[in-house]
C-alpha cells in the first residue's frame, strides 16, 4: 500500500512539472511604441503591422536586414526561404508617390544589401553578419516611415493605402521615421 502511495505521488509530482513549467519563447513582433494589441470592444486586432515607406534610392529589390539602434552591427538578417511569401519572393508592393508597403518584416532600423533578393536566394552559401554588415548599401536609406496599423483593418489594402497617400493625411497612422 506504501508502494502504492508513493507512485502515487511520483505521478502527481511528474503531471505538475508537466503542466507548469514551458518551454515555448515568445517574440516580440511590434514596432517601437506600438500597443502589442489594440483593443476593438471586446476582440483584441492582432497580425502583422502594415509598414509604408520611401527611400532615398531605389532599393526595391534589396535584401532587407535590421541594424541596431546605433547602425554599428546588423541583428536580425533572413535566410534565403525568408524571402519568400508562399512560393512568389516578398518584394514590397508599390504604392502612389514612390512609397512601398513592406511585404518583408522591417522596421526603422532597415537597412539594405547591395543584393537583390532574387540573386540572394539563388546563392548557394550562407553568410555571416559581419559578411553581409559589408554589403550595406546605405545603414539609413528612409526619408518616410509609417505604421498604419494591422493587415486585418484593411479590406483592400493597396488600394486603402494609396488613398491614404493621395490624400496626404497620414493622421491615422503612426510615424516611425
Sequence with gaps: MRKQFYYFVLIIFIFGMMTSCSSSKKTDNT????????????????????????????????????LS????????????R??????????????????LLDNR??????????????KFTKMQRVFTAGQLYDMILDKD?????????????????VSELNDIIDKGSFEECQTLK
Design 31 to 66: 514596432t517601437k511604441g506600438e500597443n502589442k494589441m489594440a483593443a476593438t470592444g471586446n476582440m483584441a486586432v492582432t497580425g502583422p503591422p502594415v509598414i509604408i515607406y520611401k527611400t532615398k534610392a531605389d532599393n526595391y529589390d534589396m535584401v532587407p536586414v535590421t
Design 69 to 80: 539602434d546605433d547602425k554599428s552591427k546588423i541583428v536580425s538578417y533572413p535566410g534565403a
Design 82 to 99: 525568408d524571402l519568400y511569401k508562399g512560393d512568389e519572393l516578398a518584394l514590397p508592393t508599390h504604392l502612389n508617390d514612390g512609397y
Design 105 to 118: 518584416g522591417i522596421d526603422q532600423n532597415v537597412a539594405f544589401l547591395n543584393i537583390s533578393y532574387e
Design 141 to 157: 536609406p528612409l526619408t518616410e516611415m509609417y505604421n498604419c496599423g494591422k493587415k486585418s483593418k484593411f479590406k483592400n489594402e
